[in-house]
């Protein structure tokens, strides 16, 4: 099993990214660690599912404050991977790989102490990009990632990126 941990601000590409992954590796999810404050969002307090700036900032609040609050984001994530690891069979949990989205450098953090070895860490740079204004986008940076990729070509490009670090993780997994 792996854990990556998919970083980068708005409009970079993680979602191309790790799908881009899955068409290579179907034993595979692709979730972030936002997906719950998105569903209470729009289900409790209007929010359109639209990612304005102001709405991004919104989100990233609440799941500050939910962290904050009692690790929410975390264990929620951490409790998934779990519940869909054991459903798999022997030979599907030894290969199995978690696309996680995580933006804030502490909660990744929290990743790589908990999985250890089995997580990796990845930013999606692409530098066109304006950073939206909260602690969220603002600070993706702010961490010593295991891989950078730059997403400065096009969509073929960024998904022979894709391709190759698939083909380095599952070599680095092999070697264990």
Not at 57 to 64: A, C, G, Q, T, V
Not at 111 to 118: G, H, I, L, R
Not at 154 to 174: G, P, R, T
């Amino acid at each position: 099993m792996k854990v990556i941990l998919l970083n980068g601000s708005s409009r970079t590409g993680k979602d191309k990214f790790a799908n881009f992954c899955i068409k290579q590796h179907s034993n595979s999810v692709n979730w972030s660690t936002i997906d719950t404050v998105k569903k209470i969002s729009k289900r409790n307090f209007g929010w359109d599912g639209k990612k304005t700036n102001e709405a991004r900032k919104f989100l990233s609040d609440i799941k500050r404050i939910w962290s904050e609050y009692n690790n929410g984001p975390f264990t929620s994530m951490t409790d998934k991977i779990s519940k869909h690891h054991k459903k798999l069979t022997p030979v599907n949990k030894l290969d199995a790989i978690y696309f996680i989205h995580c933006r804030e450098p502490h909660e990744i953090q929290k990743f790589v102490d908990y999985y250890k070895e089995d997580c990796v860490t990845v930013l999606l740079n692409r530098d066109d990009r304006d950073v939206p204004n909260n602690d969220s986008d603002m600070n993706v940076a702010n961490y010593d990632y295991d891989y950078y990729i730059e997403n400065d070509g096009n969509i073929k490009e960024l998904e022979q990126k894709a391709v190759d670090f698939l083909a380095n993780i599952q070599n680095i997994q092999s070697t264990k």
